[in-house]
Structures are given as C-alpha cells and as structure tokens.
T-cell receptor, first 111, second 113 residues
Framework: GIQVEQSPPDLILQEGANSTLRCNFS?????LQWFHQNPWGQLINLFY???GTKQNGRLSATTVATERYSLLYISSSQTTDSGVYFC?????????????FGKGITLSVRP | EAEVAQSPRYKITEKSQAVAFWCDPI?????LYWYRQILGQGPELLVQ????????DSQLPKDRFSAERLKGVDSTLKIQPAELGDSAMYLC???????????FGPGTRLLVL
C-alpha cells in the first residue's frame, strides 16, 4: 500500500516562530489532507490539498504532486498550535477512498 | 457548521463484554468511515460505507467486530466480545462522496479492563 512519511517527528518552537512540516508519499494521490489533532483527540481538518497551494490565516500548505510531497507552513506560532499534525493520503488506484495516515508530527509551542 | 456526531464519548468496559458505538454523519454525506487510532499512532481504516453498502472492510476483525449503516445515514460499530487490545480511539468520518474531504467526529475513547 501507499507509504506516508512525516518529518520531523517532533518540533519545539518558541511562540512567534515559523515552522515547516513535511509529508512525503510513495504514490500518486487523489486526496491529501492535513489535520491537527487537539488534546481531546479530535481531528480538525486543516486543508484538503491533493495539489497546489492554499492559505488559511497563519497556515498555508503546498502539495507538489509530481514530486510526491506536501508542506504545511505555520507562521507566527501560538501555544494553541500545539498538538499532533497528521498528513493523510488516498491513492489514485483502488476502489475505496480510505485515508492512509502518517505517524504524525508532535508540535510544542512554548510561551 | 454541520458536524459528525458520535456517542458515547468515553466507554469503559470489561473484557468479554459487548460494546457499541454510534455515528451520525454530516447530512447528505454518502460516504462514511470508521477508523481506529491506537495511542501514539495515526488512525487506520476499519470499514468504509458508500450509502448503505460496504466498500472496504478488509481491516475489520470480523470475528468480533461488526458494522452497519442500514438506511444509509447513521451507523453503528459493535465489538463482541471486547479484548484488552481493543482499547483505542474509534473515529467516525464522513464525506460527500469518494475522494472528497473527510470530516471527523470527536471520537469514542474505549478502555477495556
């Protein structure tokens, strides 16, 4: 099946700093989503971005489908950005559309 | 904004007991997913429905797990009997159709003693 690798596994930032989270995937995809999992366990959808660039406030994401990677940018980080960030993909092949998740990136933003 | 609803939010049970989880997807969403997330890992798909039909249940342990979506709207996931290794977060998600944005509910955290 498709492989998803996220890096770095852990990230510690000072409040106000910028960061880049990376997601590499092993096959072409129809769906790529970035999620933030809050301390209560809920997965908050950040971006649906199988290709191209999107921005939402301090967050932006870019997926280069031909090179099989996606980047999530966090600018002016806040303590509320802390948590686990997941990249998840669904490949072109196959009849279903299940998401395969990476192992996540644990972000800690310190005041 | 419409949300995926799940209940209960927390469940503690003893091994060999039966448990059931309920999910109500966003209205109009044809595709419904059940994922399981073990602590420290990403979610993994258990079963996917398109309307009332199962699209993929290849990772569902069918000897003890069952899932249904009888009228193509809400869904129930059941475990009987529960085992210690079933302790995890059970997440329901829905999307308007295949390969579209998936929206997740708050999850049910299960602890089997």
């Amino acid at each position: 099946g498709i492989q998803v690798e996220q890096s770095p596994p852990d990230l510690i930032l000072q409040e106000g700093a910028n960061s880049t989270l990376r997601c590499n995937f092993s096959d072409s995809v129809n769906n790529l989503q970035w999620f933030h999992q809050n301390p209560w366990g809920q997965l908050i959808n950040l971006f649906y971005i199988p290709s191209g660039t999107k921005q939402n406030g301090r967050l932006s994401a870019t997926t280069v489908a031909t090179e099989r990677y996606s980047l999530l940018y966090i600018s002016s980080s806040q303590t509320t950005d802390s948590g686990v960030y997941f990249c998840a993909v669904s490949p072109h092949s196959g009849a279903n559309s299940k998401l395969t998740f990476g192992k996540g990136i644990t972000l800690s933003v310190r005041p | 904004e419409a949300e995926v609803a799940q209940s209960p939010r927390y469940k503690i049970t003893e091994k060999s007991q039966a448990v059931a989880f309920w999910c109500d997807p966003i209205s109009g969403h044809a595709t419904l997913y059940w994922y399981r997330q073990i602590l420290g890992q990403g979610p993994e798909l258990l079963v996917q429905f398109q309307d009332e039909s199962v699209v993929d249940d290849s990772q569902l342990p069918k000897d003890r797990f069952s899932a249904e979506r009888l009228k193509g709207v809400d869904s129930t996931l059941k475990i009987q009997p529960a085992e210690l290794g079933d302790s995890a977060m059970y997440l329901c998600a829905s999307s308007p159709g295949l390969q579209e944005t998936q929206y997740f509910g708050p999850g049910t955290r299960l602890l089997v003693l």
